[in-house]
């Protein structure tokens, strides 16, 4: 059985969860079979996680106890069996059982390239002999990482808005619908449309799909929304304040919002080229953002170099707008829309 989990509440939970489900009773064979744990006591962890270096592991769960926490999360499950002939369903076996052992069951994870729906994903292609990935590595995807990442965290005000700074245009870029089952419920829609071939023609893959539990989490939208008046409106309310504080005060309080907005802006700059430059995080690279949130802002200290400063502010916010209306860019409408007026 495909087992898949719908998103939850918190951030963590947003984009979905998915396993395998093998039951062999004369075997004591009753677990799911997932790939996305990871341990906080493992060695350096936060530091392999700034570094885009995060280990995960798999591991098969008795599944009684995976589907009763799901259900306590109040998180939706989706149940498909799959019409695997013997010899696909021993290839699946083995290769999850071979997975789970200590020896093997480390991986480097990704977020978009090899997470636990792309490893289900690979596992299911590997059963089938191939076809899943025939059938969908040359199709377009209906929605690229970076459309998928907004639709289910946009009603996080302000995790959306940190994954939208640090994501660079790799997220925008077009993928197949191959890349696209990075996503759980991609993968488990996608099986539900396969069919194999039988001696008088072809049978649908799922011979049975159904829905064990049914959560009262609102479902995300299928496309992303229009978020950018929030981030404006923000935008506009802060600056509008500091510019307002500034005739109540005298002028050494405006100038201290200044240099204050010129840090946060230079420092967040930094953490932007460090993502890109020094770690592994390739969802980060080739980030528009740095023209918003600019490391090279620090000199603007110095009161000889302020007006340079100033004028790199506005030169960086106008060409990030004049990105937009490029052909093929990194959206970042909603950074734009917050930093825009601040800068």
């Given amino acids: 059985w495909l087992a898949t989990f719908g998103p939850g509440e918190y951030y963590w939970e947003l984009f979905g969860h998915i396993a395998i489900w093998l039951r062999e009773p004369a075997e004591g064979l009753n677990h799911t079979f997932n790939f996305c744990f990871f341990d906080f006591d493992q060695e350096d962890f936060f530091l392999r996680f700034l570094r885009g270096r995060m280990m995960y592991f798999s591991l098969a769960q008795p599944a009684e106890r995976e589907f009763e926490f799901y259900r306590q999360q109040n998180r939706s499950i989706r149940l498909q069996k799959l019409d695997l002939d013997s010899t696909q369903y021993l290839r699946l076996r083995n290769h999850l059982l071979n997975e789970v052992r200590p020896e093997n069951r480390n991986y480097r994870y990704d977020y978009y390239l090899n997470n636990c729906s792309t490893r289900i994903r690979d596992a299911l292609d590997l059963a089938l002999d191939g076809d899943l990935s025939a059938r969908t590595g040359s199709v377009p995807a209906k929605q690229n990482f970076r459309d998928h990442t907004r639709r289910l965290t946009q009603m996080q005000f302000w995790y959306y808005l940190g994954r939208e700074i640090g994501l660079g245009y790799p997220v925008d870029r077009p993928i197949s619908r191959w890349d696209e089952m990075f996503i759980p419920m991609v993968v ?9 071939a039988t001696p008088v ?8 799909d159904t829905m064990f539990y049914t959560s009262s989490v609102p479902l995300p939208g299928a496309t992303p929304g229009t978020t950018w008046p929030r981030y404006l409106l923000l935008g506009l309310l802060l600056s509008g304040l500091a510019w307002l504080s500034g005739k109540f005060m005298p002028p050494v309080w405006l100038a201290a919002l200044c240099r204050a907005w010129v840090l946060i802006n230079a420092t967040m700059g930094l953490v932007l080229a460090f993502l890109w430059f020094l770690t592994d995080h390739e969802a980060s690279r080739i980030n528009a953002n740095l023209l918003l949130l600019n490391p090279l802002l620090f000199p603007a200290f110095a009161a000889k170099l302020q007006r340079i400063g100033a004028v790199m502010l506005i030169a960086g916010t106008l060409l990030a707008l004049l990105l937009q209306f490029l052909p093929v860019h990194q959206y970042n409408l909603d950074v734009i829309a917050l930093v825009g007026p601040l800068n």
């Fill in 188 to 196: 488990a829609d996608e099986i539900a449309s396969m069919s194999v």
């Fill in 201 to 208: 023609g072809s049978d649908p893959l799922v011979d049975l």
